[in-house]
């Protein structure tokens, strides 16, 4: 399985990763030589194996539904590179 | 005043606790020591001002014949670590200026219990790389250099900076964090002691995360009690954390028994990779003797899925690491950079604010986690994953503690590997395996190769029995009498 350019660019779009047409040809190359290497877990037979999210079998703990924190509306946009009026400014979103 | 950062943690506590000597003292000794060092460029952000504060005030509760367990006592912070009012980037240009508002848990732990802050130490940008050659802010110098070279070498990673700055005695210990290897590897390539806790031991709260099912602190320190000493107050249950585990955390230190009779203790035979140097095959066979002399039980264990650990780990911790970095979006915090529209600003943002390796595995990531390829990577590397962590339940059956390699070699030079991705990640062919089984490992330095550089054997044990790890780690250590230690070529 290898990864083309036109594969790079389409995953670079999920990712909200800009990316040059210079730099596509050796990504490409780069991703595929991992992915090719990583095809070896093919060799193993996982049939009736679970999956592994997470390697403690606890649920997630609950608590009670109620307020913990918050008013810290200065700390959460601090360190916003653009914030107005204790919102984060984006861009015009909505026409 | 040198004589000050000659002493082991413990030492100095003991010192500071009789009065001997004062956190002032020892902070300004560390605190030259660190401006001293810059040529290693282990630290990111010198916080001297901070650190003579905390260290009046430790000098106060002292005097009082109050303080905790590590009053007084200076650390470096990887800066991983969210440290409240202190610049904290992760190493990368996307957190460009990033200063918390809050402190994370461990951390705030270490605060608790009496640390003085130096500053924060490099490491690979978001923790990614085994070499800190990915940092933002340049690569870290191994204190240490082979004999009769004066090539720079890697200090490991990616917590290098925390590794070099205990070796170069510009910290006491350092806090790092471990997701394939980033612990251990580093604390073999510089002679020091690193320790991978189970994972759920110490909370992730406030640690900029890699990949969360994976990711796990611990300290970097000079010797095994120093390292029972840092871990008992970095660990411990935090609500703010739903894989922080509710038990009690162990004082470990009493833990350092010396007594291993009868202990069994299992060697992977799937650890002797092909191609690996024979003075690394040799100081294992030393482990084995070592544990051998002091009464315990040398039993050969199997672990059939070793070789697929690494291939599994590329996979599982890209797609974490590529949900987990969704949120460098130049909208919350760190750098921005504008576009015609928001995805436009997005996608710039990101590409000017992440390096190579990170684009590596966020793309990586993004594309195992794809449509159409989910099952063929994701759940597949999942279900190999589960049948390491059987591997190693079978294996504690029989044993209760593993002996391996740390590392395939010694130190590299700086720029040998950064070419080749892979051949950088198979740096981590002994310590993954630990990750995705969650368990706690152990590196501690044993010899010196061939060429002078420090080597480490590591140690692997049960789910939350690190008294156990840190028992054996105490015994390997006195019988190596590792005391070997790097010219001071940086001093300034």
């Known amino acids: 399985m290898s990864v083309d350019q036109n594969t790079v660019r389409h995953i670079a779009r999920l990712a909200r990763i800009a990316v040059t047409d210079e730099e596509v040809a050796p990504l490409a190359k780069e991703l595929s030589s991992i992915l090719d290497w990583v095809e070896q877990l093919g060799e193993v037979n996982t049939d009736n194996v679970e999956p592994m999210a997470s390697v403690e079998n606890l649920a997630l703990p609950m608590r009670e539904d109620v307020v913990t924190d918050g008013n810290i509306q200065d700390q959460v946009t601090k360190n916003a590179p653009g914030a107005d009026d204790g919102f984060f400014a984006v861009p015009k979103v909505v026409e | 005043m040198t004589d000050l950062t000659k002493l082991t943690l413990a030492e100095a506590r003991d010192k500071l606790k009789a009065k001997e000597i004062t956190s002032s003292e020892l902070t300004g000794a560390y605190i030259k020591e660190m401006e001293g060092a810059r040529a290693l460029n282990a630290y990111v952000l010198e916080t001297a001002d901070k650190a003579a504060e905390m260290a009046k005030a430790s000098d106060a509760r002292l005097q009082k014949g109050e303080g905790g367990p590590l009053e007084g006592i200076p650390l470096g912070i990887k800066d991983l670590f969210c440290t409240e009012g202190v610049r904290t980037t992760a190493c990368s240009h996307i957190l460009d200026g990033f200063t918390p508002t809050y402190e994370s848990t461990v951390t705030s732990q270490l605060w608790r219990d009496g640390a003085v802050m130096l500053g924060k130490l490099n490491n690979d940008e978001f923790a990614m790389g085994s070499s800190n050659e990915t940092s933002y802010y340049g690569a870290v110098t191994n204190p240490w250099k082979g004999k009769g070279e004066d090539k720079a070498l890697v200090p490991g990673g990616s917590s290098g900076g925390s590794s070099a700055a205990v070796a170069a005695r510009t910290a006491l210990a350092a806090t790092a964090t471990d997701t394939g290897g980033s612990i251990r590897q580093p604390a073999a390539f510089t002679g020091t002691v690193g320790i991978k806790p189970t994972y759920g031991r110490c909370s992730r709260w406030g640690i900029v995360a890699f990949a969360s099912s994976l990711d796990q602190a611990g300290p970097i320190t000079r010797t095994v009690r120093d390292a029972a000493i840092m871990l008992k107050s970095m660990s411990g249950y935090d609500p703010k954390d739903s894989t922080s585990v509710d038990q009690p955390v162990p004082d470990f230190e009493k833990a350092l028994t010396g007594d291993i009779k009868g202990l069994k203790v299992g060697i992977p035979r799937e650890y002797r990779v092909e191609g690996m140097p024979e003075e690394i095959e040799k100081l294992w066979t030393q482990g084995i003797d070592w544990l051998k002399a002091a009464g315990a039980e040398i039993v050969d264990v199997s672990l059939p899925h070793t070789k697929y650990a690494l291939p599994a780990y590329y996979i599982v911790a890209p797609a974490e690491a590529s949900s987990n970095l969704a949120r460098y979006d130049g909208v919350r915090y760190g750098l921005r950079v504008e576009g015609k529209d928001i995805t436009d600003m997005y996608e710039k943002t990101r590409a000017a604010g992440f390096g190579a390796e990170v684009k590596r595995r966020v793309l990586i ?45 010694d130190a590299f030079g700086i720029g040998e590997k950064t070419d080749d991705p892979l051949s950088m990640y198979l740096n981590d062919v002994f310590t993954v395996t630990v990750n995705l089984a969650g368990l706690p490992g152990i590196s501690l330095p044993a010899g010196l190769s061939a060429r002078g550089l420090p080597l480490g054997l590591q140690l692997i044990g049960r789910a939350f029995d690190e008294e156990t790890l840190l028992r054996t780690a105490g015994v390997l250590e006195e019988a190596a009498g590792f005391n070997a230690e790097p010219d001071a070529w940086w001093r300034a």
């Not at chain 2, 589960?386 to 593993?402: G, R, S």
Request: without cysteine.
């Open chain 2, 365 to 409: 990531g993004t594309y195992v986690l794809s449509a159409g390829y989910y099952d063929a990577y994701y759940i597949k590397a999942q279900k190999i994953r589960t049948l390491i962590a059987q591997d190693f339940k079978q294996a504690y059956e029989k044993v209760d503690v593993l002996l391996t390699p740390t590392a395939p070699s």
